[in-house]
């Protein structure tokens, strides 16, 4: 059994929880893009997680983790969660071949955060580390083996010349060549006796169950994302088939709230500057597992979902977060978008020019005030509750296989 998680909307809308509740059946947990600019929470009893890099998969034993070539690994945040796998009798394969994002990355990210036209990154140097990557320059997990791969990767073309060249375009002191080495150096020990090849890996796993571990979600996709608000990577399906050389799934599931939210800037339809955005953010604890940063909050948007929907590949949903829909008068879904005043064609491309645009038409459900938090079953949700659940089936046409009613690995309906 091959599945696939993806986010559905702009990140954060619980993966690491799906996966950690499906990985009960893996052996095998893949993770095929982003980086440390993910934050995947996972709740065991009291014991909270914040996984960046490494899959969800970590923290049950006996599990094998990769993270294949399309992943940016930040060795510092990779060393301490070797460490939290070893405690929790789990493996980790790290691609030879993956990136390493190399604190001038991080400088680079920062400095262009800081000079005018931002996008509200997460700082963590992804944008300067996949430049690199699709500019065949950089350091490579597998240079981590010795001092003289090290030094070559960082000399060839005259790459450490030119970034320490940039970064005082910037005002900002790269460190000297020597000292890049030797912190890359220092983390050979840990980092070298992982290394492996994860395509040749899930080619002989093939009849295995695998779960593949998506980062931030399909509406930030490099591509399909509202370009340039977006991340650096592909969110998508054929992220995974272009990074791992996979190309058959039998389940591709994406993950979204009963509302919705982003961090960073860029066009938000459905945002609620207001009372209710207030509500979901308080309610829904809606503050970055990364960086701390609150979230915007706004009501679910069908239309986004149902574009996440065709162009991540998905063939069915999980929702996350319902219960804290409880106690709101009335809950607004989006199921229309307006552009200059004529109702926007199903088939259009989510576009930066499009979402700044949309004007949101929104239907209107019944709110309901019953805590959700100890519902396992379908029968125990209430009425309001499920309608809602059943018209987001019917508009995306596809079916919501499970329902979280609280952070808790228990906390879950499955249908
Ligand atoms: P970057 O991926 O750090 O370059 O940031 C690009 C955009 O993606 C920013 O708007 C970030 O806030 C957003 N982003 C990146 N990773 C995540 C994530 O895991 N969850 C939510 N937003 C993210």
Same mark, same amino acid.
């Given at each position: 059994?091959?599945?696939?998680?993806?986010?559905?909307?702009?990140?954060?809308?619980?993966?690491?929880?799906?996966?950690?509740?499906?990985?009960?059946?893996?052996?095998?947990?893949?993770?095929?893009?982003?980086?440390?600019?993910?934050?995947?929470?996972?709740?065991?009893?009291?014991?909270?997680?914040?996984?960046?890099?490494?899959? #969800?998969?970590?923290?049950? &034993?006996?599990?094998?983790?990769?993270?294949?070539?399309?992943?940016?690994?930040?060795?510092?945040?990779?060393?301490?969660?070797?460490?939290?796998?070893?405690?929790?009798?789990?493996?980790?394969?790290?691609?030879? #071949?993956?990136?390493?994002?190399?604190? $001038?990355?991080?400088?680079?990210?920062?400095?262009?955060?800081?000079? %005018?036209?931002?996008?509200?990154?997460?700082?963590?140097?992804?944008?300067?580390?996949?430049?690199?990557?699709? %500019?065949?320059?950089?350091? +490579?997990?597998?240079?981590?083996? #010795?001092?003289?791969?090290?030094?070559?990767?960082?000399?060839?073309?005259?790459?450490?010349?030119?970034?320490?060249?940039?970064?005082?375009?910037?005002?900002?002191?790269?460190?000297?060549?020597?000292?890049? $080495?030797?912190?890359?150096?220092?983390?050979?020990?840990?980092?070298?006796?992982?290394?492996?090849?994860?395509?040749?890996?899930?080619?002989?796993?093939?009849?295995? %169950?695998?779960?593949?571990?998506?980062?931030?979600?399909?509406?930030?996709?490099? $591509?399909?994302?509202?370009?340039?608000?977006?991340?650096?990577?592909?969110?998508?399906?054929?992220?995974?088939?272009?990074?791992?050389?996979?190309?058959?799934? /039998?389940?591709?599931?994406?993950?979204?709230? &009963?509302?919705?939210?982003?961090?960073?800037?860029?066009?938000?339809?459905?945002?609620?500057?207001?009372?209710?955005?207030?509500?979901?953010?308080? =309610?829904?604890?809606?503050?970055? #597992?990364?960086?701390?940063?609150?979230? =915007?909050?706004?009501?679910?948007?069908?239309?986004?979902?149902?574009?996440?929907?065709?162009?991540?590949?998905?063939?069915?949903?999980?929702?996350?977060?319902?219960?804290?829909?409880?106690?709101?008068?009335?809950? +607004?879904?989006?199921?229309?978008?307006?552009?200059?005043?004529?109702?926007?064609?199903? /088939?259009?491309?989510?576009?930066?020019?499009?979402?700044?645009?949309?004007?949101?038409?929104?239907?209107?459900?019944?709110?309901?005030?019953?805590?959700?938090?100890?519902? =396992? %079953?379908?029968?125990?949700?209430?009425?309001?509750?499920?309608?809602?659940?059943?018209?987001?089936?019917?508009?995306?046409?596809? *079916?919501?296989?499970?329902?979280?009613?609280?952070?808790?690995? *228990?906390?879950?309906?499955?249908?």
């Amino acid at each position: 059994m091959r599945t696939v998680i993806l986010g559905a909307q702009w990140g954060d809308e619980g993966k690491g929880r799906v996966v950690d509740n499906l990985s009960q059946d893996a052996r095998i947990v893949a993770r095929f893009n982003g980086g440390g600019n993910a934050g995947h929470t996972i709740w065991i009893g009291e014991i909270k997680h914040i996984l960046h890099i490494l899959p #969800s998969g970590i923290v049950r &034993a006996g599990t094998v983790n990769l993270c294949g070539p399309g992943v940016v690994h930040d060795l510092e945040v990779v060393r301490r969660e070797l460490a939290l796998s070893r405690e929790c009798g789990s493996t980790v394969i790290l691609d030879r #071949s993956a990136p390493v994002v190399l604190p $001038i990355h991080k400088s680079i990210d920062e400095a262009r955060e800081r000079a %005018s036209g931002g996008i509200g990154t997460t700082k963590r140097g992804i944008g300067p580390c996949y430049e690199d990557l699709a %500019s065949r320059r950089g350091v +490579k997990l597998g240079h981590l083996t #010795s001092r003289k791969k090290i030094r070559r990767a960082l000399t060839r073309g005259g790459y450490y010349a030119e970034k320490a060249a940039l970064l005082r375009h910037y005002g900002v002191e790269a460190p000297s060549l020597e000292e890049l $080495i030797a912190w890359c150096e220092s983390f050979a020990g840990v980092i070298v006796p992982h290394l492996g090849d994860t395509r040749a890996y899930l080619a002989r796993a093939s009849t295995e %169950s695998v779960l593949f571990e998506g980062a931030q979600g399909i509406l930030l996709d490099l $591509i399909n994302g509202s370009h340039p608000f977006v991340t650096s990577s592909h969110c998508t399906l054929g992220g995974v088939s272009a990074t791992l050389g996979v190309y058959e799934f /039998d389940r591709v599931i994406g993950v979204t709230k &009963a509302y919705i939210t982003r961090v960073g800037g860029g066009p938000f339809p459905t945002e609620q500057e207001n009372g209710d955005g207030e509500f979901l953010r308080a =309610r829904g604890h809606e503050f970055g #597992s990364t960086t701390g940063r609150p979230r =915007r909050c706004g009501w679910l948007d069908l239309v986004a979902l149902r574009y996440a929907v065709r162009v991540g590949g998905l063939t069915e949903i999980m929702l996350t977060k319902l219960d804290v829909l409880s106690g709101l008068d009335e809950i +607004k879904v989006c199921v229309g978008y307006t552009l200059h005043g004529e109702p926007l064609g199903e /088939d259009e491309t989510l576009t930066r020019y499009v979402l700044e645009r949309a004007e949101p038409v929104y239907k209107v459900f019944r709110g309901w005030t019953e805590d959700l938090s100890e519902c =396992r %079953s379908w029968e125990d949700l209430p009425e309001a509750a499920r309608e809602y659940v059943r018209f987001i089936e019917e508009y995306i046409g596809l *079916s919501v296989t499970a329902i979280g009613v609280g952070p808790e690995r *228990s906390q879950m309906i499955w249908r």
